[in-house]
């Protein structure tokens, strides 16, 4: 009996990596202009741009086969290697895939990025991994001229963390926000490495000064200003529930059952090869109430 328990035990477990493994390495393509491309699979939604001095990445998403087969894809688009890769914040699915690109490879963050890296993700970045950390870093914005191409990176302020950039593909009217925009999922808000519910909307009217019209989120489908507003409605609501929990001692238990939060309306929550994250109405709640009550820790 207990053979047999374990027996198929173990086939289950099998069965889960092959699901996982496929999952994975299901990469698909959503191509916006002749130059530029969004990859979509398990993790972030990963950007291209193809310029005649070569590709510009932005992000690698979760593991080191998804980087071999974004790398292998954006030289079948493009014709050309990835001369630049950009890592929108630290993240592990923006960020560990960066290994399976070439050593020597441009690869640009903020410095509070490349600090959390270093300071919270220690562990992955060791011995060869190493040599794909961001290697050029700015504080507050960054504009480049490659290959024909103009790409500004901007720091626009504190939300998903206190190190998020979003890159501005001027040519092409676009926007890739990173995870400074989840298009109808709920976020994750990296209150230790200093994100802010109450910051977010702000950061976000920032981006919004700039010239662009397509609009590629960190997660979900590809939209445009009007998606961005969407969330910052979101964003409000949550921000004035955390407040208002602040204001009135309200206890977590009591922000839980708020019926206050309506902008999130068809809202789902992410999935990792149909495994929950956990980023749900419930949490968004409870992380705006630890926000607005100092009942968290910065780690960085």
Not at 53 to 74: C, E, F, N, P
Request: aromatic fraction near 8%; charged fraction near 20%.
């Amino acid at each position: 009996m207990w053979k047999k328990l374990l027996t198929a035990a173990v086939l289950l477990v099998i069965a889960f990596a092959i699901f996982v493994y496929w999952n994975v390495r299901s990469i698909e393509l959503e191509t916006l202009s002749d130059d530029l491309h969004v990859l979509r699979g398990v993790g972030s939604n990963v950007t291209v741009l193809n310029t005649s001095a070569g590709a510009v990445v932005v992000d690698s998403m979760t593991t080191h086969l998804q980087g071999r087969l974004i790398r292998a894809k954006v030289k079948e688009l493009t014709g050309q290697e990835t001369v630049l890769l950009i890592n929108t914040h630290y993240h592990l699915d923006h960020t560990h895939g960066n290994p399976s690109f070439a050593p020597g490879t441009r690869v640009v963050a903020t410095e509070r990025t490349l600090s959390h890296l270093q300071a919270l993700d220690a562990g992955f970045w060791e011995g060869d991994d190493a040599k794909l950390l961001p290697n050029e870093t700015f504080s507050d914005s960054l504009k480049l001229d490659i290959g024909g191409k103009t790409i500004h990176l901007l720091h626009p302020g504190r939300g998903h963390t206190d190190g998020d950039l979003v890159v501005i593909f001027a040519t092409e009217k676009a926007v890739a926000m990173g995870d400074l925009f989840f298009n109808e999922h709920y976020p994750n808000i990296d209150l230790e490495a200093g994100g802010s519910v109450q910051e977010w909307s702000a950061t976000l009217d920032r981006v919004l000064q700039e010239s662009f019209e397509i609009v590629i989120p960190g997660h979900g489908a590809t939209t445009d200003r009007l998606g961005i507003n969407g969330f910052q409605r979101f964003l409000g609501q949550l921000a004035k529930i955390g407040r208002s929990a602040a204001a009135d001692k309200t206890t977590l238990e009591e922000v839980l059952k708020t019926d206050q939060l309506t902008a999130d309306k068809g809202y789902s929550p992410l999935r990792f090869a149909g495994i929950s994250l956990g980023l749900n109405q419930e949490f968004v709640l409870r992380r705006a109430w630890e926000e607005a009550t100092g009942n968290f820790e910065r780690k960085n």
